[in-house]
Nanobody, 127 residues
């Protein structure tokens, strides 16, 4: 059974920083396509950052310069670091993972139609 676990988050004043981390049942990161999504109150769930199939970080254009995503291979964690937070960044942050299938160098893809969500972690930014 796949278990997606998020941790971190919390409350901070505007301009502050927070980090959230995601792990998958203790499984190595290379086995998964992983991405962070967030959902503000009354808003849709949107992708904010992740790791592409070629092993490169991706961040939503509107968040570049404030959000960074990295992988901690020793602890099998996908880490989202959020700086200069704004009240609009508040919401539930969810980690979504899909199995990553590789058929050779540079030939990896996320398994279509198969994905798992974590339970989410709350981020609250006060003005």
């Amino acid at each position: 059974q796949v278990r997606v676990e998020e941790s971190g988050g919390g409350s901070v004043q505007a301009g502050g920083s927070l980090s959230v981390s995601c792990s998958v049942s203790g499984s190595p990161l290379r086995n998964w396509c992983m991405a962070w999504h967030r959902q503000g109150l009354g808003k849709e769930r949107d992708e904010v950052a992740g790791w592409d199939t070629d092993g490169r970080p991706i961040v939503a254009d509107s968040l570049k310069g404030r959000f960074t995503v990295s992988q901690d291979y020793d602890n099998s964690i996908l880490l989202l670091k959020m700086n200069t937070l704004e009240p609009e960044d508040s919401g539930m942050y969810y980690c979504k993972v899909s199995p990553r299938d590789c058929y050779g160098p540079g030939a990896c893809s996320c398994r279509p139609g198969v994905y798992y969500w974590g339970q989410g972690t709350q981020v609250t930014v006060s003005s």
